[in-house]
C-alpha cells in the first residue's frame, strides 16, 4: 500500500497536488483514501460533488466518541475515493495540531490503513511542520513517503528545509523524502535554483507544475486539473508524478540533509532569494 503525505508552506498549493494525485490514482482504478490534514478541513472539496457536506473527524467525536465508525469519519467522493478530514477548533481557540493527531490515532483505532479496503492513502498536511501534531502522519509512521511542495519564493524553500528537518527526525519509523514537487507562481521563474536546492537536502525535483490559470478554473468547478482540463502540462505532470512516486523504494531513498539556517540564507542569497 502506497502511504503519501503532501507537505509545504502554507498557501502553497499542497492541496492542489494532494487531490490531483488522488484523483490520478484513482481514474487508473486504484482504491484511494484521501486525508486532509487541516482545520479548515477544505482539502477535499475538490474530490467531492457540489451537494456534498463533509463531516469532520473532529465534529464527530465531539458529537458521539464512544460509538463513532470508520462509515462516520468517511465521505465518498468521485471514482469512489474516500475522503476524509480531521477538522479541529474554531479559530483562535484549541490547537489544530491536536486534531490532526486525534483523527490519526483514531484511524489506527478503526485499522483503516490496516484493512486493506485501499491501494494508495493520501495526506495532504497543513503547514511545515511546526508542531507535533501537524508531524503526526510522519512520528506515527502512517505517511512513508513524503513529497514537499516548493516555488521560487524563498519562504517556499525556508519551509521545506525544516520540512527535511523533520523527516530526518522520523527517519527510523521507515519515512523517506521522496522529492520536491515544484509549483512556479510565475511563468518566467527559474527552475535551476530549485534543483540546486533538492540537490544541497539530498533529494530531487519530482515534477514542475507550471503556472496555469486552469487550474484556478478547476478549482471552481470543485475539480481537479487531470479531470477539467487532462491534456494540460499541468495534468501530464501529475501523472508523472503519480508514476514516479510508486517506483520509489522507501528503504532505498538516501536521508535528506537539510541545512542549518544560516547555511540556507545563504544558498538564498547565492541563488537570487
Known amino acids: 500500500m502506497e502511504t503519501i503525505a503532501v507537505y509545504g508552506k502554507g498557501g502553497i498549493g499542497k492541496s492542489v497536488v494532494a487531490t490531483s494525485l488522488s484523483a490520478h490514482f484513482a481514474m487508473s482504478g486504484k482504491r484511494v483514501l484521501h486525508v486532509g490534514c487541516d482545520p479548515k478541513h477544505d482539502s477535499a472539496l475538490r474530490l467531492l460533488e457540489t451537494s456534498t457536506n463533509i463531516r469532520t473527524v473532529m465534529e464527530i467525536l465531539r458529537d458521539d466518541p464512544e460509538s463513532a465508525s470508520s462509515a462516520d469519519i468517511l465521505t465518498r467522493g468521485r471514482y469512489g475515493i474516500d475522503c476524509c478530514e480531521a477538522g479541529g477548533p474554531a479559530p483562535g481557540v484549541g490547537c489544530g495540531g491536536r486534531g490532526v493527531a486525534r483523527m490519526i490515532e483514531t484511524m489506527d483505532e478503526m485499522q483503516l490503513l490496516q484493512s486493506g479496503r485501499y491501494d494508495v492513502a493520501l495526506f495532504d498536511v497543513l503547514g511545515d511542520v511546526v508542531c507535533g501534531g501537524f508531524a503526526a502522519p510522519l512520528r506515527d509512521g502512517f505517511a512513508k513517503k513524503v513529497i514537499i511542495v516548493v516555488s521560487e519564493e524563498p519562504m517556499a524553500i525556508f519551509a521545506a528545509n525544516n520540512i527535511a528537518r523533520a523527516i530526518e527526525i522520523y527517519r527510523n519509523n521507515g519515512v523517506c523524502l521522496a522529492g520536491l514537487v515544484v509549483n ?26 507550471e503556472r496555469d490559470l486552469r ?59
Open 215 to 273: 487550474i484556478m478554473a478547476a478549482e471552481r468547478q470543485q475539480r481537479t486539473i487531470v479531470e477539467y482540463a487532462p491534456e494540460s502540462p499541468a495534468a501530464q505532470a501529475f501523472r508523472v508524478l503519480g508514476a514516479a512516486l510508486e517506483a520509489i523504494h522507501p528503504e532505498q531513498m538516501p536521508l535528506p540533509t537539510p541545512m542549518s539556517d544560516e547555511e540556507l540564507f545563504e544558498f538564498l542569497r547565492a541563488n537570487g532569494g
Open 184 to 209: 512556479l507562481r510565475s511563468k518566467e521563474a527559474e527552475t535551476e535554483p530549485l534543483r540546486r536546492f533538492a540537490a544541497r537536502i539530498n533529494t530531487t525535483v519530482l515534477a514542475v507544475v
